[in-house]
């Protein structure tokens, strides 16, 4: 049974499932690491969803076959601007104004549904779909047996989120915005003594993190689906903050994690699909409970950022 | 303490942002109807709330804004937040308060006694609750194995490999039954074709739709369809696979003009009509309303820009027609099994 569940297509779907995780997860891990978490996550995504959509949609010519693919870069780009915004006022929020970072997180989230549904219905009138960024097709590597399906026949977007992994790890652990971020997150207080601005530091990695999860949402929205609607990403920025949290506020603990979840997700669609006896109600929870099974187990508090949630007052 | 208002500010606007209520508010004039309609997705989303919102829409058009004026709050889902708008949409003294889903019977159980001087109407459902003595609610229904079963019937003629799919929500009200409806319909073509369902247990991921529709192109499958509002994913694999899209609720081919082949249309104006003329001769409720193809609540759209083999929509037309005629029927069991009943 597990051979006819376990295909190639299943693999590669899984990989498709895991894009925006990545992405957001990375980000979030940024964010906490300096010692903010953001709840957000959720919508900005959405903006950003929303926002790359727009851009796509506004810049191919009508009647368009194919993709365009300076509308491509123009839509990442306006999702990078907005993630950026989003970022500014997330940091302005729980750094300068030093807010209750669990709620203000929900609030951003509330703001990014209603704004992004409502940018939607009044730019849009209906559901419409665009020309997203195209499976890329390798020559001789996209057609080797199930390797090729897998790994060589994806999108852009998808190689950027797994390129995103090593980057991340040699920004936080090999350079020195990296260790001053770790050291912001870790004790801020020691931070600012040895002359980092624990503000300045935190802002960064804020900002990083919204630009990320607006992407994120536009690896949905013009990545995959090709679509938008309201409530697009339908949650995903709320596991990829449980992703960090799974993943040990480390990159490559953030990669396993998303794709474990992913590939369990992508499992358990293809097991409805071809019916194998088990009704589709408990199939669907097994992403989750695999997931509420694995933090229990697997995640080590002890590498949890000490000042994560914790604002930092400049003792005169 | 600046922090506490911090949060407070930012919660009301986003709070302030979340429901987007459009319509004017309810002024106490006697010659103008109006309905107020509760909807759980956006009037936008080619599915379930846009059927409701083209059918008011349409309505208006007909008896002309000074004599029906309608307001719609969309995207509650959550129950709670709609039990609230039905009830603030009765307090504003509109004519007729439209639940438009099967999850809010239960607040409208609880609402409706509470305001005996307004009608309201829920769907998609059969139950008026006269039972429990209440008088003033309408229920509206699709039967959407009508139209279900005659798009299966042209799915098994078009299949090349043998292999249809169908991407559902949540196994119960209309999308149930247009999934029994569209299977029926396959097996009552040829028998021997293989339809894979997959229920992914959300109204609302587009992106599992997409990976279900995948999934089933994997297994071969080469005519698709689905229901409720996440299928814009599904059909977007589809298009990329070149398989057939056959849709419900809502036209959708301008989504995918090159393979859509028919959509199964709701016309909720049917429903709607016979409730606002009995509400205004001062019957409040106490009735059930059905989408059929005979009375045209249902209609099949066939996409204009799809070539079609006439074969197959003369033979869609022709079963349209048996169902139409009551020579094909369908039956459904207390368990919600679907039987086909064709008269002798």
């Known amino acids: 049974m597990i051979e006819d569940l376990l295909t190639a297509s299943v693999i590669a779907s899984g990989i498709r499932l895991a894009m925006p995780y990545l992405y957001a997860a990375i980000g979030e891990t940024f964010g906490q690491r300096s010692g903010v978490l953001n709840l957000g996550v959720e919508g900005v995504m959405l903006l950003g969803a929303y926002s790359s959509f727009w851009g796509v949609y506004q810049l191919t010519p009508d009647k368009a076959t194919s993709f365009d693919p300076m509308a491509l870069a123009a839509g990442v780009l306006v999702a990078v601007l907005v993630g950026l915004l989003m970022g500014l006022a997330t940091a302005f929020i729980n750094v300068t104004l030093q807010a209750e970072q669990g709620i203000s997180g929900i609030g951003i989230y509330l703001f990014g549904l209603g704004m992004s549904t409502l940018l939607f219905q009044k730019n849009f009138s209906q559901v419409v779909t665009v020309k997203g960024f195209p499976k890329i097709h390798f020559p001789v590597l996209s057609d080797i047996p199930l390797i090729g399906e897998i790994f060589f026949r994806q999108n852009l977007l998808v190689y950027g989120a797994f390129a995103l992994i090593p980057l991340a790890w040699f920004v936080l652990h090999k350079t020195t915005f990296g260790l001053r971020l770790r050291a912001v997150g870790q004790n801020p207080e020691a931070a600012d003594s040895m002359g980092i601005s624990v503000t300045r530091v935190r802002y960064m990695a804020v900002i990083i993190g919204g630009v990320l999860a607006s992407v994120a949402g536009a690896s949905m929205s013009i990545g995959h689906l090709n679509v938008f609607q309201q409530n697009l990403t339908d949650g995903r920025g709320f596991i990829a903050v449980a992703l960090v949290y799974f993943g040990s506020w480390r990159p490559y603990g953030v990669m396993y994690g998303a794709l474990l979840f992913s590939l369990v997700t992508a499992l358990q669609i293809k097991a409805v699909t071809i019916g194998i006896g088990i009704p589709s109600e408990l199939l669907s929870m097994t992403p989750y409970l695999l997931t509420i099974i694995a933090l229990i187990f697997a995640s080590r508090r002890i590498d949890q950022p000490a000042a994560l949630t914790r604002p930092f007052e400049r003792g005169e | ?344």
Not at chain 2, 119 to 139: L, P
Not at chain 2, 140 to 146: N, P
Not at chain 2, 241 to 249: K, N, P, R, S, V
Not at chain 2, 283 to 309: C, K, P, S, Y
Request: proline fraction near 3%; charged fraction near 20%.
């Open chain 2, 1 to 344: 303490m600046k922090k506490v208002y911090l949060v407070v500010a930012l919660l009301l606007v986003a709070a302030i942002s979340l429901p987007v209520l459009s319509g004017s508010p309810a002024q106490a004039q006697d010659d103008v109807f109006r309905v107020a309609v509760v909807t759980p997705s956006t009037g936008t989303d080619l599915a379930f709330s846009q059927s409701m919102y083209d059918a008011l829409a349409a309505i208006q058009e007909e008896r002309g804004e000074d004599a029906f004026e309608f307001a719609i709050s969309e995207n509650l889902f959550v129950v709670d937040d709609a039990a609230a708008a039905l009830r603030d949409y009765a307090d504003q003294g509109y004519d007729l308060v439209i639940a438009h889903g099967s999850q809010y019977g239960s607040s409208l159980v609880e609402i409706a006694p509470d305001y005996p001087e307004t009608a309201f109407a829920w769907g998609t459902t059969v139950d008026t609750f006269v039972d429990q003595d209440i008088t003033n609610v309408y229920a509206y229904e699709a039967r959407s194995e009508q139209g279900g079963f005659v798009l299966g019937v042209m799915s098994a003629m078009l299949t090349e490999s043998g292999v249809i799919g169908v991407v559902g929500p949540i196994e119960t009200g209309d999308a149930k039954l247009y999934v029994d409806g569209f299977k029926a319909g396959v097996a009552y073509e040829d028998e021997e074709i293989e339809v894979l369902v997959n229920y992914i247990q959300s109204f609302s991921d587009l992106a599992k739709a997409a990976e279900a529709a995948q999934a089933m192109i994997d297994e071969d499958a080469d005519v698709l369809t689905g229901t409720a509002q996440m299928v814009p994913g599904a059909i977007q694999k589809a298009q990329e696979a070149e398989a057939l899209w056959f849709g419900t609720q809502a036209d959708q081919a301008s989504l995918a003009p090159d393979i859509v082949v028919a959509c199964q249309v709701y016309d909720w104006t049917v429903a709607l009509n016979p409730i606002i003329d009995q509400v205004m001769e001062g019957t409040l409720g106490g009735e059930a309303f059905a989408l059929t193809l005979e009375n045209e609540g249902l209609v099949i759209q066939f996409n204009e820009e799809f070539e079609l083999d006439e074969e197959v929509m003369a033979a869609g037309e022709e079963v349209a027609q048996a169902i139409v005629d009551g020579d094909i029927s369908f039956e459904i069991a207390e368990d919600g099994t679907l039987t086909v009943v064709e008269a002798e």
